[in-house]
């Protein structure tokens, strides 16, 4: 099992930055991939950003070039710095881990959300 908590989220005027921040314990030897979804009211969850353990990154089209991924294996944290935010960067932010165990075992995990809400 990982454990995984958040902060970092808040209420932020269009256009300032806020940083998101990821611990996660446990199982932590599991752990592949991380990286942030979020869901805005009446849609989906959705992918933002993520991180494989090598480093390379995957992006949302709507958030490239302002949010940046990163992420410290000696901490097991997982960052998201987000810059020039919008209004409809509105939403819960949730961390997200994929883990796979020795046995092959494939596991998800998800951090209990943040709210971000930007003001226009």
């Known amino acids: 099992q990982v454990q995984l908590v958040e902060s970092g989220g808040g209420l932020v005027q269009a256009g300032g930055s806020l940083r998101l921040s990821c611990a996660a314990s446990?199982?932590?030897?599991?752990?592949?991939?991380m990286g942030w979804y979020r869901q805005a009211p009446g849609k989906q969850r959705e992918l933002v950003a993520a991180?494989?353990?090598?480093?390379?990154?995957n992006y949302a089209d709507s958030v490239k070039g302002r949010f940046t991924v990163s992420r410290d294996n000696a901490k097991n944290t997982v960052l998201l710095q987000m810059n020039s935010l919008k209004p409809e960067d509105t939403a819960v932010y949730y961390c997200h881990v994929a883990s796979r165990y020795s046995d092959g075992t494939r596991e998800q995990y998800w951090g209990q959300g943040t709210q971000v809400t930007v003001s226009s």
């Open positions: 991180i494989t353990i090598g480093g390379s990154t």
């Open positions: 446990g199982s932590i030897f599991s752990i592949n991939d």
